[in-house]
């Protein structure tokens, strides 16, 4: 079973700030990543999907990128805002069609 | 389109009762999963079906669930008899299949919070 790591797994950061979450994953051999979103009680939201040949995708003030060798990923949000403040999960799909979820990481966003 | 469409959103059934869970997939999606949400396990991959066949059910947990789709267009996830420890909410997601496309972008329904007492 491929593992996916999500650190931290709670990050509380004041309104304005820059922020990192960090995601990994053991075999380098995937199809795309996905990042979504879940507020609580919710379902999940897709923010950013990157193909295995791109290094990064974009969307507002959020922004992705991969590693494929080093087996990373990173989403950074940009002038943080309390609304930003949910789990954030990372999702990595093989060429067999599954689709395995990391820990995610609980956003807190003070105001 | 109305998106990934689950019913019913919340179940509280008592234990050992049949639960049968349902989920709509975007029209066009040739791919189909279902996933538990815990918080001591967060999101587990139970089954998925491609092209209403299923491809892979190592996910699922015990002999009690089952998971069909006899059509494109539906889908269900049996537990027969429930158990408290079931408890979770219950996830369905589509996307267009590997090599079927270039957008595999996947969604997700709003879920489905059982509750067995």
């Known amino acids: 079973k491929q593992e996916v790591t999500q650190i931290p797994a709670a990050l509380s950061v004041p309104e304005g700030e820059n922020l990192v979450l960090n995601c990994s994953f053991t075999d380098s051999a995937i199809y795309n990543l996905q990042w979504f979103r879940q507020d609580p009680g919710k379902g999940l939201t897709s923010l950013l999907l990157?193909?295995?040949?791109?290094r990064e995708q974009t969307s507002g003030r959020l922004n992705a990128s991969l590693d494929k060798s080093s087996g990373r990923s990173t989403l950074y949000i940009a002038a943080s805002q309390p609304g930003d403040s949910a789990t954030y999960l990372c999702?990595?799909?093989?060429?067999?069609?599954?689709?395995?979820f990391g820990t995610g990481t609980s956003l807190t966003v003070i105001p | 389109d109305a998106g990934v469409i689950q019913s019913p959103r919340h179940e509280v059934t008592e234990m050992g009762q049949e639960v049968t869970l349902r989920c709509k997939p975007i029209?066009?999606?040739?791919?189909l999963f279902w996933y538990r949400q815990t918080m001591m396990r967060g999101l587990e991959l139970l089954i998925y079906?491609?092209?209403?066949?299923?491809?892979?059910d190592s996910g699922m947990p015990e002999d009690r669930f089952s998971a069909k789709m006899p059509n494109a267009s539906f889908s269900t996830l049996k537990i027969q008899p429930s158990e408290p420890r079931d408890s979770a909410v219950y996830f369905c997601?589509?996307?267009?299949?590997?090599?079927?496309?270039?957008?595999?972008?996947?969604?997700f329904g709003q879920g489905t919070r059982l509750t067995v007492v």
């Open positions: 029209s066009g999606h040739n791919s």
């Open positions: 079906f491609n092209n209403n066949v299923p491809i892979d």
């Open positions: 990157i193909q295995s040949s791109q």
């Open positions: 999702a990595v799909r093989f060429p067999g069609n599954q689709f395995y």
């Open positions: 997601a589509s996307s267009l299949a590997i090599g079927q496309g270039s957008n595999t972008e996947a969604f």
